[in-house]
C-alpha cells in the first residue's frame, strides 16, 4: 500500500477498464469491506526519509451495474505528525440493451480530501464518462473528467482525457494508457502501461510509465510493484514500493515508498442467498463414497476481476476442481456452508472444461456444465466465463 493516496488518472484506470461488464453483472447487492495495517518508509522529493504506520479501512458496496467505494488512510509518521486521507468513488455502467453489441458507458463520480499537519489541507471533486468496448479477452476505452480541486486557495478546473487498451492471457492482465491532464495552469501528459497476475493464493501487479510534456508537474519515468499472498478466508499479507508522480488533483507530491501490512477482510462477499437453494441430491449408492454425490457447479464473475467458482455439493471434508485455467491441477474450495463451496480465481472469458471431485472420489462432470468427451475419451463439463 502506498502511504499516500492519489487519484491518478493513468494506468491503474487502464487496467480497472478491463472489468466492465464483471460489474454489472453481480447478482445481488453485496459489499466487501478491508482493514490494511502497515509500515512504511517514504521519501517525498524535497523531504527526508521517514517512516510511517498506516491504517485503511475500505467498504465496497456493489450491486448490478454499480458500485460504490468508501476508503480512508491515517498515517502517523516517526516525527509525530500525521496526516488523514478519505476518498468516496461511484460507478454506474449502462444497461446492456441501451447501446450496440460489446459497448459499455460508465459514468463514475469521486470525491476525496486530505489533510497534513503543518500544511494545508487539499479536495477534489470530479466526474468522468467513458466508453468501453470488450470482445472477449480484450477491449479499450477513451473518456474524460472534470471537476475542481484546491489546495486550500481558490479551486482549480481539472480536465482530463484519455485511452487505454487491455488483454488478458489466462491468469495475466496487461494494460497499456495515455492521457492528457490541465489542472488550473499545470499540464502534463502520462503514458504506460500495468501488469495483474493471480495464480492461487497470490496477486501481484506491477506499474511503469512516464511523465511528458510536464508544465509545473514533474517529468520522468516511475514505477510500482506490489503483491499480496492471501494467508485465510479473512487475512492476508502485502508488500508494495516504487515511485510515484505528483497528482497536482489530490495534492499529493512525488515520493518513493516502501511497504508491508496485513490485510483483514471484515465483510465477505456473499453473492447467493441460500434459503432460495436446494441441497443437491443424492443418488443411490454408488460403492464410491460420496464421490457419486450429485454436485452442481455456477460461475460468477466479480468486480474486482476475479470470477467465483461455487459448487453445492454434500460432501464431508473436500471438494475439488480441476480445469483448464488450473492446468489440470486440483483445486480445494472453501467451505462456506454444508452444502456451499468456492473459491474465487483470475479466469480468462471464453469456453473452459472443468471436472470436480468429492472427498477423493472420483472426477465427475458437474450438473450446470454441459456435458463432452475430451480428446482421451474422458467425459469434462464445458462452462461458459463472460
Given at each position: 500500500?502506498?502511504?499516500?493516496?492519489?487519484?491518478?488518472?493513468?494506468?491503474?484506470?487502464?487496467?480497472?477498464?478491463?472489468?466492465?461488464?464483471?460489474?454489472?453483472?453481480?447478482?445481488?447487492?453485496?459489499?466487501?469491506?478491508?482493514?490494511?495495517?502497515?509500515?512504511?518508509?517514504?521519501?517525498?522529493?524535497?523531504?527526508?526519509?521517514?517512516?510511517?504506520?498506516?491504517?485503511?479501512?475500505?467498504?465496497?458496496?456493489?450491486?448490478?451495474?454499480?458500485?460504490?467505494?468508501?476508503?480512508?488512510?491515517?498515517?502517523?509518521?516517526?516525527?509525530?505528525?500525521?496526516?488523514?486521507?478519505?476518498?468516496?468513488?461511484?460507478?454506474?455502467?449502462?444497461?446492456?440493451?441501451?447501446?450496440?453489441?460489446?459497448?459499455?458507458?460508465?459514468?463514475?463520480?469521486?470525491?476525496?480530501?486530505?489533510?497534513?499537519?503543518?500544511?494545508?489541507?487539499?479536495?477534489?471533486?470530479?466526474?468522468?464518462?467513458?466508453?468501453?468496448?470488450?470482445?472477449?479477452?480484450?477491449?479499450?476505452?477513451?473518456?474524460?473528467?472534470?471537476?475542481?480541486?484546491?489546495?486550500?486557495?481558490a479551486p482549480r478546473p481539472v480536465a482530463v482525457v484519455g485511452a487505454g487498451v487491455w488483454v488478458r492471457r489466462s491468469w495475466v492482465t496487461l494494460a497499456a494508457s495515455a492521457t492528457r491532464s490541465i489542472v488550473g495552469d499545470t499540464a502534463y501528459s502520462d503514458v504506460g502501461s500495468t501488469l495483474h497476475a493471480s495464480r492461487g493464493r497470490v496477486e501481484l501487479d506491477g506499474t511503469l510509465?512516464?511523465?511528458?510534456?510536464?508544465?509545473?508537474?514533474?517529468?520522468?519515468?516511475?514505477?510500482?510493484?506490489?503483491?499480496?499472498?492471501?494467508?485465510?478466508?479473512?487475512?492476508?499479507?502485502?508488500?508494495?514500493?516504487?515511485?510515484?508522480?505528483?497528482?497536482?488533483?489530490?495534492?499529493?507530491?512525488?515520493?518513493?515508498?516502501?511497504?508491508?501490512?496485513?490485510?483483514?477482510?471484515?465483510?465477505?462477499?456473499?453473492?447467493?442467498?441460500?434459503?432460495?437453494?436446494?441441497?443437491?441430491?443424492?443418488?443411490?449408492?454408488?460403492?464410491?463414497?460420496?464421490?457419486?454425490?450429485?454436485?452442481?457447479?455456477?460461475?460468477?464473475?466479480?468486480?474486482?476481476?476475479?470470477?467465483?467458482?461455487?459448487?453445492?455439493?454434500?460432501?464431508?471434508?473436500?471438494?475439488?476442481?480441476?480445469?483448464?485455467?488450473?492446468?489440470?491441477?486440483?483445486?480445494?474450495?472453501?467451505?462456506?456452508?454444508?452444502?456451499?463451496?468456492?473459491?474465487?480465481?483470475?479466469?480468462?472469458?471464453?469456453?473452459?472444461?472443468?471436472?470436480?471431485?468429492?472427498?477423493?472420489?472420483?472426477?465427475?462432470?458437474?450438473?450446470?456444465?454441459?456435458?463432452?468427451?475430451?480428446?482421451?475419451?474422458?467425459?469434462?463439463?464445458?462452462?461458459?466465463?463472460?
Amino acid at each position: 500500500m502506498r502511504p499516500a493516496t492519489a487519484a491518478r488518472y493513468v494506468c491503474t484506470a487502464s487496467l480497472a477498464a478491463v472489468t466492465p461488464l464483471l460489474a454489472i453483472r453481480v447478482s445481488a447487492a453485496q459489499a466487501i469491506g478491508t482493514v490494511d495495517l502497515g509500515v512504511s518508509t517514504v521519501r517525498y522529493d524535497g523531504f527526508l526519509r521517514s517512516s510511517a504506520a498506516s491504517l485503511t479501512p475500505t467498504l465496497t458496496w456493489q450491486r448490478p451495474g454499480t458500485a460504490v467505494t468508501a476508503r480512508g488512510t491515517y498515517l502517523r509518521f516517526e516525527s509525530g505528525r500525521r496526516s488523514l486521507q478519505g476518498l468516496v468513488a461511484a460507478s454506474l455502467f449502462t444497461p446492456p440493451s441501451l447501446l450496440p453489441h460489446r459497448w459499455r458507458g460508465e459514468l463514475s463520480l469521486s470525491a476525496g480530501g486530505s489533510s497534513y499537519a503543518h500544511f494545508e489541507s487539499f479536495w477534489h471533486a470530479t466526474g468522468e464518462a467513458r466508453m468501453h468496448y470488450v470482445a472477449g479477452d480484450r477491449g479499450g476505452w477513451i473518456g474524460g473528467t472534470g471537476g475542481r480541486t484546491s489546495y486550500g486557495s481558490a479551486p482549480r478546473p481539472v480536465a482530463v482525457v484519455g485511452a487505454g487498451v487491455w488483454v488478458r492471457r489466462s491468469w495475466v492482465t496487461l494494460a497499456a494508457s495515455a492521457t492528457r491532464s490541465i489542472v488550473g495552469d499545470t499540464a502534463y501528459s502520462d503514458v504506460g502501461s500495468t501488469l495483474h497476475a493471480s495464480r492461487g493464493r497470490v496477486e501481484l501487479d506491477g506499474t511503469l510509465a512516464a511523465r511528458l510534456s510536464s508544465r509545473g508537474a514533474g517529468h520522468g519515468l516511475y514505477g510500482e510493484a506490489s503483491a499480496t499472498c492471501t494467508l485465510g478466508e479473512r487475512t492476508a499479507l502485502f508488500v508494495s514500493g516504487g515511485r510515484y508522480p505528483t497528482d497536482p488533483v489530490s495534492g499529493s507530491v512525488a515520493g518513493r515508498y516502501a511497504s508491508a501490512g496485513l490485510r483483514l477482510r471484515t465483510a465477505l462477499p456473499r453473492p447467493y442467498t441460500l434459503r432460495h437453494l436446494q441441497p443437491p441430491s443424492r443418488p443411490p449408492a454408488s460403492g464410491d463414497g460420496d464421490a457419486g454425490l450429485t454436485t452442481r457447479l455456477e460461475v460468477q464473475p466479480n468486480l474486482d476481476g476475479t470470477v467465483r467458482i461455487v459448487v453445492y455439493a454434500l460432501a464431508r471434508a473436500t471438494v475439488e476442481v480441476a480445469a483448464d485455467f488450473t492446468d489440470w491441477q486440483p483445486l480445494t474450495l472453501r467451505r462456506v456452508d454444508e452444502v456451499m463451496w468456492e473459491s474465487a480465481l483470475r479466469i480468462p472469458s471464453g469456453v473452459h472444461r472443468v471436472n470436480v471431485r468429492i472427498d477423493g472420489g472420483t472426477w465427475t462432470v458437474p450438473a450446470g456444465t454441459t456435458r463432452a468427451v475430451d480428446e482421451f475419451g474422458g467425459e469434462v463439463g464445458i462452462v461458459a466465463v463472460p
